[in-house]
């Protein structure tokens, strides 16, 4: 009797067990990972309480044919592929959906070229975001988005979500620096997009459209990106205020006085004491705001001198120009650090990306410890104040339910205070499913409209990373 009504687990594995015969058919033996316990290990980025499944396959192609192969057979079996770099997104953009095959790029991570004429590195998509910069400093040239995840997270992955970092105040994110694609789509087909050339208009730019759509309208397999010439070595100033509101008038005034800085940073009370407690850095404590400048020029000493005077004239209480690149080094590190410190602080976090104009950084910032005093939470705040791109990170413990409600509520909050500032919901972490409420609020009807239709042109089944944007 049992045995009619439990059914066989084979019954379950029916369709599964033909997925994953026919992935193999296609894959080295090592490429598709089934065991649960390691498939579980690819079900999450780091992004906190965002939903995710549990993964009917990983698999860790190297070759375009392979990935081309995963995505044939996935639109055979209409199974949802999962498109992963490194995992270190904050949205859950890269969470597994129930049942999907994970598409791992990690494996594919040659730099196949480096060209100094041209000024174009030609990657894969698993390449790490540091290997890449150093690979083409050894050339004299530079590849300058640089988020503080750049040791581990990828460049299939820095495409997906558009990454920005600390020095994209000068030289701009990562939509600037990809030229040209080749993109496996949903059917298998492989599309090239864009060029390698300083200039090209033919046709519409889908170069930019997929970078930033989170792996919604296919898969990255080699990217052109363009280079710079490396320049100069940075030297940091850091600047106590007394305030917040102070230190976002001196941005402000280093901005309008036609300053381009390589790096302005700022980190509140709250991040400065967790940067101390993880690292010892040796942070002033007692200041309210620390902004970190930077200057790659060729005179940072004499830039750094004009921009500390503007700081002293908005209120700093201390300004002190690094003494050298070491230095300078140090004070990086502890504003790279930041997010990991301020995580550390509680056992969960959330932690929003609003970039909202500069001219309304100062009520951003009032605005968010409002916020964190009404919800009684603590929530520190970083900034790529250059930018207007703010990180308050929502600190709770998510085993306590009411500390957890007031956190998704301020969590919330934030996002509508920097729409009502003209900002976005998100500067750089992308949408996945943790702002995809938020991403209808901002785009309003018709913008989401065309974008649904959008995905329905590249992924006609929704196979592609179902379930995050929209
Ligand atoms: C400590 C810390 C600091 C961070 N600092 C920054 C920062 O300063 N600036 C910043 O912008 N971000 C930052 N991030 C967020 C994160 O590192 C970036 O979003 C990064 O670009 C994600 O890269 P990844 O390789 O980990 O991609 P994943 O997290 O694996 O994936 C991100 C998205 O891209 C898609 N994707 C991945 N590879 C491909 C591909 N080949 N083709 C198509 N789609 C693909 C995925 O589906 C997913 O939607 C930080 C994260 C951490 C943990």
């Known amino acids: 009797m049992d045995d009619l009504q439990t059914p066989h687990p084979d019954a379950h594995q029916g369709p599964r067990a033909a997925l994953l015969a026919d992935l193999r058919a296609g894959l080295p033996a090592d490429a598709v990972l089934t065991d649960p316990d390691v498939t579980a290990s690819y079900a999450h980025d780091m992004a906190s309480f965002c939903a995710a499944g549990t993964p009917a396959a990983v698999v860790l192609p190297r070759t375009v044919e392979q990935v081309r192969h995963v995505m044939r057979t996935a639109t055979a079996h209409r199974v949802p592929v999962v498109p992963q770099g490194a995992r270190t997104g904050l949205s859950g953009g890269a969470n597994a959906s129930e049942g999907c095959v994970v598409l791992s790029l990690v494996k594919m991570d040659r730099i196949l070229e480096i060209d100094p004429v041209d000024r174009v590195a030609v990657v894969e998509p698993g390449v790490v975001n540091a290997v890449l910069s150093r690979a083409v400093n050894e050339h004299g040239l530079y590849y300058p988005p640089d988020p503080s995840s750049w040791e581990s997270c990828t460049i299939g992955g820095n495409i997906g979500t558009a990454?920005?970092?600390?020095?994209?105040?000068?030289?701009?994110?990562?939509?600037?620096?990809?030229?040209?694609?080749?993109?496996?789509?949903?059917?298998?087909?492989?599309?090239?997009?864009?060029?390698?050339?300083?200039?090209?208009?033919?046709?519409?730019?889908?170069?930019?459209?997929?970078?930033?759509?989170?792996?919604?309208?296919?898969?990255?397999?080699?990217?052109?990106?363009?280079?710079?010439?490396?320049?100069?070595?940075?030297?940091?100033?850091?600047?106590?205020?007394?305030?917040?509101?102070?230190?976002?008038?001196?941005?402000?005034?280093?901005?309008?006085?036609?300053?381009?800085?390589?790096?302005?940073?700022?980190?509140?009370?709250?991040?400065?004491?967790?940067?101390?407690?993880?690292?010892?850095?040796?942070?002033?404590?007692?200041?309210?705001?620390?902004?970190?400048?930077?200057?790659?020029?060729?005179?940072?000493?004499?830039?750094?001198?004009?921009?500390?005077?503007?700081?002293?004239?908005?209120?700093?209480?201390?300004?002190?120009?690094?003494?050298?690149?070491?230095?300078?080094?140090?004070l990086l590190q502890a504003r790279r650090l930041s997010l990991t410190a301020l995580e550390a602080l509680k056992p969960a976090t959330m932690i929003d990306d609003v970039c909202v104009p500069r001219t309304r950084l100062a009520e951003m910032?009032?605005?968010?410890?409002?916020?964190?005093?009404?919800?009684?939470?603590?929530?520190?705040?970083?900034?790529?104040?250059?930018?207007?791109?703010?990180?308050?990170?929502?600190?709770?413990?998510?085993?306590?339910?009411?500390?957890?409600?007031?956190?998704?509520?301020?969590?919330?909050?934030?996002?509508?205070?920097?729409?009502?500032?003209?900002?976005?919901?998100?500067?750089?972490?992308?949408?996945?499913?943790?702002?995809?409420?938020?991403?209808?609020?901002?785009?309003?009807?018709?913008?989401?409209?065309?974008?649904?239709?959008i995905k329905r042109v590249f992924d006609p089944l929704g196979l592609l990373n179902p379930g995050k944007l929209f």
């Not at 046709?203 to 970078?211: E, S, W």
């Not at 919800?375 to 308050?392: F, S």
């Open 163 to 330: 990454s920005g970092g600390l020095c994209c105040v000068k030289y701009g994110v990562t939509a600037e620096y990809v030229l040209g694609l080749d993109v496996v789509l949903a059917d298998g087909r492989l599309l090239t997009t864009g060029r390698r050339t300083a200039k090209g208009v033919a046709g519409y730019d889908l170069t930019r459209l997929f970078v930033g759509s989170e792996g919604s309208l296919g898969v990255v397999v080699k990217a052109v990106l363009a280079l710079k010439p490396q320049p100069p070595a940075q030297l940091v100033l850091a600047a106590e205020f007394p305030s917040t509101d102070a230190a976002c008038a001196a941005v402000c005034a280093i901005m309008e006085r036609g300053h381009t800085p390589s790096l302005l940073e700022l980190m509140d009370r709250t991040t400065v004491r967790a940067v101390n407690r993880m690292a010892r850095m040796g942070l002033p404590e007692s200041t309210e705001a620390l902004l970190l400048c930077a200057f790659d020029t060729p005179d940072p000493a004499a830039d750094l001198a004009a921009v500390g005077a503007l700081c002293t004239a908005a209120g700093a209480t201390e300004v002190v120009p690094a003494a050298d690149a070491a230095e300078s080094e140090l």
């Open 365 to 453: 910032l009032a605005g968010t410890t409002a916020i964190a005093e009404k919800h009684a939470l603590t929530i520190g705040v970083c900034v790529h104040a250059g930018d207007g791109n703010t990180h308050p990170v929502v600190c709770f413990d998510h085993t306590d339910e009411d500390e957890s409600r007031r956190a998704r509520e301020s969590f919330d909050a934030i996002m509508a205070l920097g729409l009502s500032l003209g900002g976005t919901i998100t500067g750089e972490h992308g949408v996945g499913v943790l702002k995809k409420e938020w991403l209808a609020r901002e785009l309003g009807p018709v913008g989401l409209g065309l974008q649904r239709e």
